[in-house]
């Protein structure tokens, strides 16, 4: 299911199924994301959960990020640096991923996490923050504005869908995602750990662009508890928000990634996210060239542009 040539990815069936590799690789920051944050600047929330933790840099309006599959908070540091300044921003970790402890067994996932977050909101007493997410992030944040819209200001999904399996075709549902959903839960659960080493580093290579970056993404997905990886990808994978985008009232961002050069070609990114946003009034689709997924760090200077123009508008 998972493409391990790069070369292939310029292929368009082929690219659907390196960027589905997606929920199989940890994406982490670039060698700015690994400085410590000013420690002035640092407050530790008040705020207990075996879902996640939530590290706060910076004073001003409340900006709260969220990683992506696999991920550790770390993918945020950069852009946290930036905005510091100017916000107060809310470095959002989940449990299970990138060495963070997780006590769930096989599941749920994504609801229970939402919902944690959505209390984080209320008992932090934050006021309408942006929320911004990467990948399986860019759903959770969606998910939470459809569930609790009165506690979100506006959203951003950074190369994120509403509905992940939407990747397999325009036909697919939650139901026929459902066997590919439950084949990608277990390999991450059943392949011995060196082939499963190889596998990351495969997939790595279709999401970013620097291969520094390609390997820390592999170091975090090995950090990471295969239980929580697999309850994760099961529940990403049949998730489809797609329903409820008519009635959303939340204002919400979609930079999407578009690669000439071994990523998505840009009429097949276009056509994708205009496809799966169809149903969401006034969504801003922005196509980000020159990226894989990691619009973050593949376009970091751009990325900045549009957080701040998300954050002014």
Not at 55 to 84: H, T
Not at 211 to 230: N, S, Y
Not at 279 to 299: A, K, N, T
Request: aromatic share 8%; glycine share 8%.
């Amino acid at each position: 299911m998972f493409s391990r040539a790069l070369p292939a990815c310029r292929r368009p069936r082929a690219w659907f199924a390196v960027v589905v590799g997606v929920f199989v690789a940890c994406f982490v920051a670039n060698d700015q994301a690994r400085a410590e944050p000013a420690a002035a600047l640092v407050q530790t929330a008040p705020f207990v959960s075996d879902r996640l933790s939530v590290e706060v840099v910076g004073q001003g309006p409340d900006v709260i990020l969220i990683p992506g599959f696999g991920c550790s908070r770390e993918v945020w540091r950069a852009e946290a640096e930036r905005l510091k300044a100017t916000h107060r921003v809310h470095l959002v970790q989940l449990a299970g991923f990138a060495g963070e402890p997780w006590v769930h067994g096989d599941g749920p996932f994504v609801r229970p996490a939402v919902d944690e977050l959505a209390r984080y909101v209320r008992e932090q007493g934050l006021e309408r923050p942006a929320v911004a997410g990467h990948s399986m992030g860019g759903l959770s944040a969606l998910m939470l504005a459809q569930l609790e819209p009165s506690l979100v200001g506006k959203v951003m999904t950074v190369d994120s869908l509403p509905f992940f399996s939407a990747l397999f075709g325009p036909q697919a549902t939650a139901e026929t995602a459902r066997p590919f959903a439950e084949q990608a839960a277990a390999g991450i659960l059943n392949t011995p750990d060196e082939a499963f080493r190889n596998g990351q580093t495969a997939t790595a290579a279709g999401l970013a662009r620097d291969p520094v970056i390609r390997q820390k993404m592999v170091e975090w997905t090995l950090a990471g508890d295969r239980r929580a990886m697999a309850a994760a990808i099961r529940e990403v994978m049949t998730t489809d928000l797609r329903p409820g985008l008519a009635a959303m009232t939340v204002p919400v961002w979609a930079p999407y990634a578009s690669d000439a050069d071994g990523g998505a070609p840009a009429a097949m990114a276009d056509g994708l996210w205009g496809r799966e946003y169809a149903g969401l009034p006034g969504v801003r689709l922005i196509r980000v060239d020159g990226s894989r997924h990691f619009i973050m760090q593949d376009q970091a200077a751009r990325f900045g542009e549009l957080m701040d123009q998300f954050l002014a508008d």
